[in-house]
């Protein structure tokens, strides 16, 4: 294949997760605002998460977070998802939303409470096993205010103790996916605060425990490609949560803030081989549309990300190559500006037309009267969002 049709090949078979969560309202902690034709249940996630498959052709997977997509029958919603045209991905712990764990899930002093955490950990690999989902993502919000509050070693020992009879747990084609954060809701201590961190539990779990990025959760100035590079050189980067920050975890839109940065990250993915398919990186979305409209935004999303994937594999890999070895740095640097500073956007308007799509997805979701449709059909009833 000629180096274009390497490049259309590739973001052809790309494929991004879109969060069920995303469909729904979300807020901050000083207000939620509701919008029209929001989702009741995750049947009507899943819908939503159809639409943008449909129109990017790139979005076939939607990741679901436990409890608030529980329902009674995962094999009925596996059902429904197939129905309309996606699949379910990773399963999304949630240990942060009880009373119990006002110190801590998995870490906390007390054996009953981690009981009860790991026994919801357990749930969501039954709900892989129904499903057919492959990865069981896990994010803490584990961790201490105060210095003294709790003993800093004792409690990775709970921690690691939780993830080895989970990660026991997993069958032969599933897998565990483990978050960082560096802070919040713990403002002095987070069990899990850096890619370091999870990565030692990783290590000493096995190879069906990775590492996943969340661009959002790292100090500012921190060099996420440099992350991203060394995890793939230890074939341990299980998954991305995309979404954009200007301060801290702000879940707005992947590549709102700093589509540079999304440039350098996929440039790393690529020059590490994960858009090998081959490999198993998950590109996942993490995102909440506090203001946006939440379909156009999760389609935005995929595209941002469609486009900088783009960048990332126009990137003269041999000049590349070439300059570095000679020590040429301005050269070296000259090959990936060039790739940064191409516009894709013709590019993916012509592999979308190939693949049977509209060139402008965008377009295509407004003329659909799909989101007058929900507005209309969805009332009544409770709109799904944080803790529904
Ligand atoms: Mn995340």
Not at 235 to 247: E, K, Q, T
Request: hydrophobic share 45%; proline share 5%; glycine share 8%.
């Amino acid at each position: 294949m000629s180096g274009i049709a390497t490049v259309t090949a590739a973001l052809k078979s790309q494929q991004i997760e879109t969060p069920s969560w995303g469909f729904g309202n979300s807020g901050t902690r000083f207000k939620v605002f509701a919008q029209p034709g929001v989702p009741r249940d995750p049947f009507e996630k899943l819908a939503d998460a159809a639409r943008v498959h449909a129109v990017t052709g790139v979005a076939p997977a939607v990741s679901l977070h436990i409890p608030w997509d529980e329902v009674d029958d995962y094999a009925a919603l596996a059902a429904h998802a197939a129905d309309v045209g996606v699949r379910i991905g990773m399963i999304n712990s949630n240990t942060f939303q009880d009373d119990d764990y006002k110190l801590g899930s998995v870490a906390h002093p007390d054996a009953k409470v981690r009981r009860k955490a790991v026994d919801h950990l357990l749930h969501c690999v039954d709900i892989m096993d129904a499903t057919g989902s492959d990865s069981l993502k896990l994010w803490f919000a584990d961790g201490t205010n105060y210095p003294g509050q709790d003993d800093i070693a004792a409690r990775q020992d709970r921690l690691a103790e939780a993830l080895s009879e989970v990660y026991a747990r997993l069958g032969d084609r599933q897998r565990l996916v483990l978050e960082y954060k560096l802070f919040e809701p713990a403002f002095y201590t987070t069990d899990i605060p850096d890619w370091g961190t999870a990565y030692a539990h990783c290590l000493k779990l096995g190879p069906k425990a990775k590492v996943v990025v969340d661009t959002g959760h790292h100090a500012p100035g921190v060099n996420i490609e440099f992350i991203v590079a060394v995890l793939l050189r230890e074939d341990r980067l299980g998954a991305f949560d995309f979404n954009s920050r200007f301060y801290a975890d702000d879940d707005l839109m992947v590549g709102a803030a700093d589509p540079f940065q999304l440039f350098r990250i996929l440039h790393a993915v690529s020059l590490g081989g994960g858009f090998d398919p081959a490999n198993d990186v998950a590109f996942m979305l993490d995102q909440c549309h506090n203001i946006e409209p939440k379909i156009p935004a999760m389609i935005r999303s995929v595209m941002n990300v469609q486009e900088a994937t783009a960048k990332a594999l126009l990137v003269d890999v041999d000049a590349l190559r070439a300059a570095q070895l000679a020590g040429d740095v301005l050269g070296a640097n000259a090959v990936l500006m060039d790739a940064y500073n191409t516009d894709v956007r013709p590019l993916l308007a012509e592999l979308r037309q190939e693949m049977g799509l509209d060139p402008d997805p965008l377009a295509a979701y407004h003329a659909s009267g799909y989101a007058e449709k929900i507005a209309a059909e969805r009332v009544g009833g409770t709109q799904a969002g944080w803790g529904a």
